[in-house]
């Protein structure tokens, strides 16, 4: 049993798991809980991965006092007997939390309930529900070396196998000048906002854009947008299947959450990476320095963002081609495309103890 939600990223590394299990293991039954809002709930059933999937009524915890914790707190205690029952129902013989609220319900319930337990970390911080847990599950997963102990051990992130197995013969160094900018699932306003207004010394410059924005940002500015689009600035609010077109771009901007950052390492892309300051524990800055630390990608704070730098930052990573060569080498060195392999052989050994 897989438990996570709140975001897709909690579930994209799930599917290539559940895909190498049931390749192995034909009979295999996988169950998954998510919440009823979260996105994870249509990619679920969309997918079609697992035997059955539960959605539980989850609200995540507010800093600091609030009434809404109240209400988080009791919806989380409801979650962990609703958890027990299912647990006895099913008797899964390894619960595994992707982290997100829900997540904490149901291994806290497999935990009490004597059942073989491993959190998986997408992050280069542990997240607040994955934070609690690791202390009480059997094994913690991670994708960053960001703990060293017995119970830690690094497998990276199996949506990066995924994408490169999927794309691998098509991954090359795309020469023509095309940008990919995309501010994740939910968009932001702000990136959006200054690209739409650098379109027209990008467009002096030669480079093609691929902007987007987010079904919010698209919605609430329809009108402006449907006045931007040609041959050399294309906008759109949503795509399903990121990578796909993340493929043929020269460069990408993007926020940095750890699934977007699975992709681009997968596909080898330069980037300049614009981490959100809004998430939990500045995760997303973390996840950002790492690769900018090791020469594979160009990070720049959101409180830093104007135009003469981002257009400055994009014209490098586009016509610089010795900075090019060098991100490129060192996503080849820190990719982990084994990730799912390595995922999977610890389930298998807490099975086979």
Do not use: W
């Not at 703990?147 to 990276?156: A, D, P, Q, S, Y």
């Not at 003469?308 to 990573?317: P, R």
């Amino acid at each position: 049993m897989f438990a996570g939600g709140g975001t897709l990223g909690h579930i994209l590394p799930v599917a290539p798991v559940a895909r190498a299990l049931r390749e192995a293991n034909p009979g295999i039954k996988i169950y998954f809980v998510g919440t009823m809002k979260g996105l994870e709930r249509d990619y679920a059933e969309r997918e079609g991965l697992f035997t059955r999937a539960y959605y539980f009524d989850s609200r995540g915890f507010r800093r600091g006092f609030s009434p809404a914790n109240i209400v988080a707190l009791y919806k989380h205690f409801k979650n962990y007997f609703k958890s027990r029952r299912l647990l006895r129902k099913i008797a899964p013989d390894i619960v595994v939390g992707m982290g997100g609220y829900v997540s904490g319900a149901v291994v806290a319930a497999a935990v009490a309930r004597k059942i073989k337990t491993a959190i998986h970390e997408q992050n280069s911080v542990y997240g607040f529900t994955n934070r609690v847990l690791r202390k009480k599950v059997d094994k913690v997963l991670l994708s960053y070396d960001i703990e060293k102990n017995e119970k830690t051990f690094l497998v990276g992130n199996p949506r990066l196998s995924e994408i490169y197995r999927r794309y691998r013969d098509q991954i090359r160094q795309v020469d023509e000048k095309t940008l990919l900018v995309v501010g994740g699932s939910r968009g932001a306003g702000g990136i959006n906002d200054l690209i739409i207004g650098l379109k027209d010394e990008l467009r002096e410059k030669g480079i093609k854009v691929t902007l987007i924005t987010g079904n919010n940002y698209y919605r609430k500015n329809i009108k402006k947008i449907e006045d931007l689009g040609d041959d050399f600035f294309s906008v759109r609010a949503f795509v399903d299947n990121l990578p796909a077109i993340m493929i043929s771009a020269g460069a990408v901007v993007s926020r940095a959450g750890a699934t977007t950052l699975a992709e681009i390492t997968a596909l080898k892309k330069v980037s300049l990476l614009i981490p959100s300051p809004y998430v939990a524990g500045n995760h997303q800055e973390k996840n950002a320095a790492t690769l900018a630390e090791r020469g594979a990608a160009l990070m720049l704070k959101e409180t830093e963002m104007n135009r003469e730098n981002m257009l400055a930052m994009i014209t490098e990573l586009l016509e610089n081609k010795t900075l090019r060569k060098s991100i490129i080498n060192n996503l080849n060195f820190i990719a982990d495309i084994d990730a799912c392999d390595k995922f999977v052989n610890q389930l298998n050994e807490m099975i086979d103890k």
